[in-house]
């Protein structure tokens, strides 16, 4: 079969990267202005400007490598909007995505958004039926209870539930991201308003932001974004080991549509039957985001209590030794796999382990951990090979990133402070990646055949983990869930030239379908 070249220059960046080297981030949820009904003449303008500075994954690069992106073309655009766009030395990044609402008011037809699958299109959080009772969504994600939509900030079913998409703001610094954020607020001025931000006690706006902080741990103590998958084709992906690329190397169909998935499937959203049909789809990919605050002090106290009841002693190796059979890997990120004595290769030393040869009855990994779950590699399936190849099927590209103050020392962080993760990820289908991962694996109580535990870091309640231990298991008792979704939402990341598409004059079809169709 003949190798798909990936359209990477029509692709936004966070497909390729989550922008390692800019650490700051911030969220800018917004709503187009109301105007008379159909598409909006100024949304489309501002989409053709923005068009010009969004990053693509052709500005990182094909190998994944973590390097900055320059902000682009338009700089001077901007400056004349604005005195405090910051100067070309800055190092930015922007990529944006839409809701369904916002792909209707930029042009896109009835019969192009019936195209887009039905999750997309009915959200993460429908509304609850004529009796108040949830749909089947929130039952399937588990946002139930304390994590019901009807509790959340945004997204949910009352707070802020009305935006037409986010705009993904990526800095160097908390200076150069305020600069970022005001020229962009600048650019959109009369054509859409932001939403879900907070005024400060100076009168200036707020809004979600995001941080990596220093080797990538969360506010748990553990660091997250190891094991990611890589797409196919890439540098990356042709260097790495085989043993390897088996584990790691997923289709690019299987996050960016309009290439082969894993089954050799190609999903297109125009109509060959129409002349001019536009594929609003190609080269774009939905994404999954989720606000979820973590109680980091209740996390901290139940790893304590475990350490103490299982091992005797609650000093720091203990700790780390429960923290590490709740997650699957040492809080520094370390397999419990060990690798062979002779690997040399880093990523073959932290990814390169399979669980069904390795470690099938789960008394290094245990089988309820968390990176278990999220990734079952080889063991849910007829047998390792099928089920190696199934769980490329349904692997996520994560981009999240924590928010909130860090504590200084464990336990002194101040009441009250909000803290956790902004779980995004991308993928080529809601239904059979995100939503699939949640329930089937994650929160799923006889995952593996445990009979009752789910995710021990899921937001979903439940009572017992199990520790696979010889001669018999170690089983926790006690866990009330340290994580509660706060928001969330399904957006659609559009490929460079469906947003030029969408952003022609007049929002006329005719050169709009020809761009489309020159790639």
């Known amino acids: 079969m003949r190798r798909e070249r990936v359209q990477w220059s029509n692709i936004q960046a966070l497909v390729m990267s989550g922008f390692p080297a800019l650490r700051y981030a911030a969220y800018v949820l917004f709503r187009f202005e109301e105007g008379p009904p159909g598409p909006q003449p100024h949304a489309s303008e501002w989409l053709w400007r923005l068009c010009q500075r969004v990053t693509t994954a052709a500005h990182v690069g094909t190998g994944d490598v973590p390097q900055a992106c320059r902000y682009a073309a338009s ?3 901007l400056k004349t909007l604005t005195e405090r766009a910051a100067p070309p030395a800055d190092i930015w990044a922007l990529n944006v995505a839409f809701t369904p609402s916002g792909l209707s008011l930029l042009g896109a037809t009835d019969a192009e958004l019936g195209r887009f699958s039905a999750e997309f299109q009915n959200g993460m959080a429908p509304p609850p039926d004529a009796d108040g009772n949830p749909r089947r969504r929130s039952s399937l994600l588990g946002d139930l209870g304390a994590n019901s939509p009807q509790h959340w900030s945004w997204g949910g079913w009352s707070a802020c539930n009305r935006f037409d998409g986010v705009l993904m703001l990526y800095a160097r610094s908390p200076a150069s991201l305020r600069r970022l954020v005001a020229a962009e607020l600048e650019a959109m001025r009369g054509v859409a308003s932001p939403v879900w931000c907070r005024t400060d006690a100076g009168g200036c706006a707020r809004f979600a932001q995001g941080r990596i902080y220093p080797r990538a741990a969360g506010h748990f103590g553990l660091v997250d974004g190891i094991s990611q998958p890589v797409i196919e084709g890439t540098p990356r992906a042709r260097s790495m080991p085989r043993s390897l690329r088996a584990v790691s190397v997923v289709a690019a169909g299987e996050f960016v549509l309009g290439y082969r998935d894993t089954r050799g499937a190609v999903v297109r959203y125009d109509d ?26 209740g996390y901290r106290q139940f790893v304590r209590d475990a350490a103490l009841r299982l091992l005797g002693r609650d000093d720091q190796d203990a700790f780390d030794w429960v923290a590490a059979k709740l997650l699957g890997r040492r809080p520094s990120g370390e397999p419990l796999i060990p690798p062979p004595a002779d690997c040399r290769d880093e990523e073959q030393r932290l990814n390169g382990f399979r669980f069904s040869a390795e470690d099938r009855d789960g008394l290094a990994c245990p089988l309820g951990s968390h990176i278990r779950r999220a990734n079952p590699r080889d063991v849910v399936g007829p047998d390792p090979e099928t089920a190696l190849r199934l769980s490329r099927m349904h692997r996520l590209i994560r981009r999240g990133r924590s928010y909130g103050p860090r504590e200084r020392r464990p336990g ?9 993760l902004f779980f995004i990820c991308l993928q080529a289908s809601l239904a059979g990646q995100f939503e699939l991962v949640q329930h089937s694996w994650i929160n799923n109580p006889q995952f593996e055949d445990l009979g009752g535990d789910v ?18 298991n170690l089983r926790l008792t006690g866990r009330t869930p340290f994580v509660r979704v706060k928001g969330g939402g399904y957006f659609f990341l559009p490929g460079l030239n469906a947003m030029r598409a969408l952003s022609e004059p007049g929002l006329a079809h005719g050169r709009a379908s020809q761009a489309l169709a020159a790639h």
């Open 412 to 420: 002194a962080g101040a009441a009250g402070v909000e803290r956790g």
């Open 75 to 77: 700089l001077a655009d």
């Open 272 to 297: 060959p039957a129409v002349p001019g049909s536009r594929d609003l789809g190609r080269n774009g990919s939905y994404l999954a985001v989720r606000q979820l605050e973590q109680d980091v002090e």
């Open 455 to 472: 995710d021990p870091l899921s937001h979903v309640s439940g009572d017992t983990l199990t520790i696979q231990s010889r001669p018999s």
